[in-house]
């Protein structure tokens, strides 16, 4: 924008800037992001190198179109985060124009027609990850099973170049379906949830990221300390995740104790899929979440009760993107209804008065 | 004591160590002073002395005026050089009636300077009376005359004084400075005022960055078992009235009401030291101490100067500036205002002059709001900043009222920690004068539709005289046109 000739107080700033917010986050990704990186080859790596440099040459064009400053913008880190946390929630050995699409649509669609940074009202990497997932099905739901880097059997680099970027698709790719897509589609044969995940050891690797899943999402660990790296900043506060993933676990308890054959456990829910990345570093976003304290605690109880409510009784296996969507879309009216009590004001913004008060006592 | 927990706030750098080291002294008497007739809210006083006089140090300048006002004195003996326009204290730099007095250089005191022995023996009445006639005012910063403050007691039921000690303001330590070397002036100015407000109770509370404060008030205050000192924890705001008052009482004053509607009267630690002044010497306020600090001054200072005193002279006597200081400020970083020049006077609500270097301000390029809610989070008064400016910015100011426009009180909390660098206050600061002329000229379209109307109802009238007389005069004529005929008939026939 323009210096501004600030003629008011304060003189005093505290060092925070957009872009050290951003990079924070992006720093509390790495870890997860370089294991997910990791344990899925060099296919992921290079679909998420196409995803993030997508994203940003999109903005780049986008301020182009709008005349705004480059340099400004392009540093301020956001447009890299958006596409970074999309390439996240991608099936790994997706190919490579799934990346260039899902960005496009991110940063123009998502983004930019809103008017740019801070505009917009629905988080732009998950607005692209449902538009992809209903415009390529197929693509969208082949995933691969993890094959770390340099691990027999995994593909080198040649065969990752024919995966990403060849014709042929992924067609000798060792496919198999994510446990939350496992569990619905055995349930849906008349399997219980014991059989269909045969034994415990799911959670395990849940937790330590050797399931089948998306690029960024498999290691719940990683994703969690993060998380709290992020809320130990300040970056984010509290309320959301917890709300989400309390709402989400108290849920699946609930229906778990009731039925516990058709219903799977609270902690298969917390770990598995997108629910701790949704939480910590989606649900989270700072533009399209509420910003009082209480707007965020009902968002993030939305979130979790319709990740699960989408989980368990709709037709995808996976509901984080869409019940993100759909909260973000309360966002304003939460903001209008649930705002911060006034200094001096009772909540219905009438001036406090003692009178009352002093009568009963 | 158990203290009451405030909503928000931050803690910015207090780069108090600057200046906190160095004793109080006496800035030598400049060669002329500028006294402005304005240092206070309310009307401004009138002048009652004439260019050429010669007035004695302590002598009254000007008279308050109204209610609402404060009289000025003469902060040394000297001659009246002339009552006229000078630049203001103030961020516009415009033009406010002001003395200027040359110094005769013997600082000789006026003979009705005169104390009172034991002033305890005074009415409360007496005691508000003697602190409007010494011209004392806030002198946090706020310059309310004090004596309308000590005079609540008529309306209000008042149950304790809370002496403002808090100092949250970055950089400056004239407070600090003043609670350790006159602790017992200070306790006394308190005294007094408890005596005037007739309460009980007595607060003196001191955020914790201060502990040398905290000690030597402690230790004045030990005779006085109705004097508690109180240690606050370090957070900006903190030493605004009504959060200090949350944080003591843990009520909180009624939206545009004041901390006497909940029995709690606030003054600060200055004006208790002024109190003390005026009472036991007779001295009114002439003079204050003033903080010369910042990055850019060579000898950040406490300093006791005589009100009237243009600020380049403070900044000669601290060795000048290192460099070009980037901003001049008139009181802290975070709420104080900016200076046109330092050719402006020291005034009664001075308490700081800062002088920041390039790398203090960090001038940042403004960026759109990301709706981080840093700023909700950092409002003490529970608002929310971000779509306030939104409101601003869209031109609809009546509707950011409704959000809470004049609650703010103008802390600055959310500016300082946006990380977009929006100049959140500027927004509100920018409405909040917008809607006062707004209403201002609101008023004057009532008046003028009011003495319009008036002046056609005037009109009207008078055409109507002037018609009635008309017909009436024509009635006559026709009359006498007719005796006349009737006449001429007679004579005829």
């Not at chain 1, 924070?24 to 190198?49: C, H, K, S, Y």
């Amino acid at each position: 924008m323009h210096e501004a000739p600030l003629l008011g107080g304060p003189y005093a700033h505290e060092k925070v800037s957009i872009s050290r917010t951003m990079l924070w986050v992006m720093l509390a990704l790495l870890p997860a992001t370089a294991f997910g990186l990791f344990q899925f080859g060099w296919p992921a790596i290079f679909l998420f190198l196409v995803t993030v440099i997508s994203a940003v040459v999109a903005e780049s064009l986008s301020l182009w179109i709008m005349k705004k400053p480059q340099k400004l913008f392009l540093l301020d880190g956001s447009a890299l985060l958006t596409g970074w946390l999309l390439a996240m929630t991608l099936p790994p050995w997706a190919p490579w124009w799934i990346g260039v699409v899902g960005a496009l649509l991110a940063i123009v669609i998502g983004k930019q027609v809103f008017g740019g940074i801070g505009q917009n009202l629905f988080n732009p990497a998950m607005v692209a990850r449902v538009a992809l997932l209903i415009s390529f099905p197929l693509e969208m739901t082949l995933f691969s099973s993890p094959q770390p880097l340099f691990s027999v059997g995994a593909p080198d680099l040649l065969e990752s170049l024919e995966i990403t970027f060849g014709s042929a698709g992924q067609i000798d790719a060792v496919t198999s379906a994510t446990p939350l897509g496992h569990v619905k589609t055995e349930l849906s044969r008349g399997l219980t949830v014991d059989e269909a995940l045969g034994g415990t050891d799911t959670l395990w690797q849940l937790g330590l990221g050797t399931a089948t899943g998306s690029l960024g999402e498999i290691s719940a660990v990683l994703l969690l300390a993060g998380g709290l790296l992020l809320i130990y900043l300040r970056i984010i506060t509290w309320h959301i995740p917890i709300a989400m993933l309390g709402t989400l676990a108290l849920l699946a308890g609930m229906f778990h104790l009731i039925d516990p054959a058709s219903y799977s456990s609270p902690l298969f829910h917390l770990l598995s899929g997108a629910a701790i990345l949704g939480a910590f570093f989606i649900a989270t976003d700072l533009v399209t979440s509420p910003v009082s304290i209480r707007g965020q605690l009902l968002f993030g109880a939305g979130c979790g009760a319709l990740v699960y409510i989408i989980r368990t009784f709709a037709g995808y296996p996976e509901g984080v993107a869409f019940a993100i969507l759909l909260m973000n879309a309360c966002t304003p009216l939460i903001d209008h209804y649930l705002k911060p009590r006034v200094y001096g004001r009772d909540r219905s913004g009438e001036p406090l008065n003692y009178a009352d008060e002093d009568g009963e006592a | 004591m158990r203290l009451f927990r405030i909503r928000g706030g931050v803690h910015p750098d207090d780069q108090k160590t600057l200046s906190a080291g160095q004793a109080i002294e006496n800035l030598p008497m400049p060669p002329l002073l500028h006294i402005p007739l304005q240092q206070h809210i309310g009307a401004p006083a009138e002048p009652l002395v004439k260019r050429g006089q010669l007035v004695r140090k302590g002598q009254l300048l000007a008279r308050s005026q109204g209610m609402i006002s404060a009289p000025v004195h003469a902060p040394t003996s000297g001659r009246v050089m002339g009552i006229g326009g000078y630049p203001a204290h103030h961020a516009s730099g415009l033009l406010v009636r002001t003395i200027t007095l040359k110094p005769d250089g013997y600082d000789e005191w006026d003979d009705d300077c005169e104390g009172v022995p034991d002033p305890f023996t005074l009415a409360p009445e007496e005691i508000a009376r003697r602190v409007a006639q010494a011209g004392i005012v806030g002198m946090g910063g706020a310059t309310f005359p004090s004596a309308v403050k000590l005079n609540l007691r008529k309306r209000y039921a008042l149950h304790t004084l809370v002496i403002n000690g808090a100092e949250c303001e970055p950089y400056l330590t004239c407070d600090d400075r003043l609670m350790r070397e006159r602790a017992e002036d200070v306790r006394d100015g308190v005294l007094l005022m408890a005596r005037a407000l007739g309460v009980e109770k007595i607060l003196f509370a001191i955020e914790n960055n201060k502990p040398q404060a905290q000690q030597c008030m402690r230790n004045a205050a030990r005779s006085c078992p109705e004097l508690r000192v109180v240690g606050l924890p370090t957070r900006y705001p903190m030493g605004s009235e009504k959060h200090l008052v949350q944080t003591l009482v843990g009520k909180e004053t009624p939206a545009r009401g004041l901390t006497a509607d909940i029995g709690v009267v606030v003054h600060n630690v200055a004006t208790a030291a002024a109190v003390h002044d005026a009472l036991r010497h007779g001295r009114p306020l002439i003079s204050r101490v003033v903080t010369v600090t910042g990055g850019a001054i060579r000898q950040p200072r406490n300093l006791h100067v005589p009100i009237g005193t243009p600020l380049d002279h403070l900044a000669k006597y601290c060795g000048g500036f290192h460099d070009e200081p980037a901003k001049l400020i008139s009181g802290g970083p975070m709420m104080g205002q900016p200076l046109p020049s330092l050719r402006v006077p020291v005034i009664k609500g001075s308490n700081g002059l800062l002088a920041l270097s390039k790398d203090e301000v960090r001038s940042q390029v403004e960026m759109p709001c990301i709706r981080c809610a840093s700023c909700v989070n950092a409002c003490p008064c529970g608002l929310v900043p971000l779509n306030m400016a939104a409101h601003i910015r869209a031109g609809s100011l009546e509707s950011s009222v409704d959000l809470g426009l004049l609650d703010c009180i103008a802390c600055g909390s959310c500016a300082y920690v946006c990380p977009s660098h929006i100049p959140l206050v500027q927004y509100f600061n920018y409405a909040k004068g917008e809607l006062a002329a707004r209403q201002r000229a609101q008023h004057k379209q009532g008046e003028t539709k009011r003495l319009i109307e008036a002046r056609t109802e005037r009109m009207e009238a008078i055409k109507k005289a002037k018609r009635e007389a008309m017909a009436k005069r024509k009635k006559e004529m026709a009359a006498k046109k007719a005796a006349e005929a009737a006449k001429a008939e007679a004579a005829e026939a």
